[in-house]
């Protein structure tokens, strides 16, 4: 947020109504997120003393790098159930606010979000994933791909499925115009929470075989906990 911003509208916390600090959320609340530590830097999974876990180095995901900003947990669930759920796009420039210092941007180049399908977006309104990257492209002054990756099939929810259930979900799912990608090497692909990462996985298998890009990290404000 602007100075000239802050002075006209300071922050005021989306939980208490009370004025904060620097974003929409009070100090004592930011420091209560959960946030991930000693975790496997590509796929975010606990792992001793933060090095690669087994999983990866024996079967390594389509992303190189997985960074995320909290768990999905109390409060940030309820706030991020309501920025998906309940038209509070406005969320968005407070989550990129609070992922944001926990990024490091490495080579990235350009975001890319997660796509929804038509009739998802237009029952919903916004694709909350695309506000999301478009506020943090804003900050970190990376553009923003957008019809890089579209989305064909109108999925189920996968909320309530296992990981090998969304994988079979999220078959021929997604389409790439590789056309949008062209002079970009590493990207990032952006959600709101990571789960399985069968979604993260899917696009990244695609765009590393319809196109040149050389890396595809994993952004999200929260992934949950197993």
Request: positive net charge.
């Given at each position: ?43 975010c999974e606990p792992s001793l003393q933060g090095d690669l876990c087994g999983a990866c180095l ?169």
């Open positions: 947020m602007h100075e000239l911003e802050k002075w006209l509208l300071p922050p005021r916390c989306v939980l208490t109504g009370e004025l904060a600090d620097i974003t929409d959320l009070s100090s004592p609340i930011i420091q209560s997120l959960k946030r991930p530590s000693q975790v496997c830097p590509q796929c024996t079967q390594p995901p389509a992303f190189s790098r997985t960074q995320v900003g909290f768990y999905f947990a109390e409060p940030l669930d309820k706030l991020i159930y309501d920025f998906k759920y309940h038209q509070k796009p406005s969320y968005a420039r407070l989550f990129a606010e609070l992922l944001v210092s926990r990024l490091q941007l490495d080579n990235v180049e350009a975001l890319v979000a997660i796509p929804t399908h038509p009739l998802r977006r237009r029952a919903r309104g916004y694709n909350q994933a695309e506000l999301l990257a478009e506020a943090l492209g804003k900050i970190l002054q990376l553009p923003v791909i957008k019809q890089a990756v579209i989305r064909i099939k109108n999925t189920s929810s996968q909320t309530a499925l296992t990981s090998r259930q969304r994988q079979e979900n999220l078959k021929n799912a997604f389409q790439i115009n590789p056309e949008r990608l062209i002079g970009l090497s590493h990207i990032a692909l952006v959600d709101d929470v990571i789960t399985t990462g069968a979604t993260m996985q899917q696009m990244a298998e695609l765009i590393h075989k319809k196109t040149d890009i050389k890396t595809c990290q994993a952004w999200s404000v929260a992934k949950t906990k197993r």
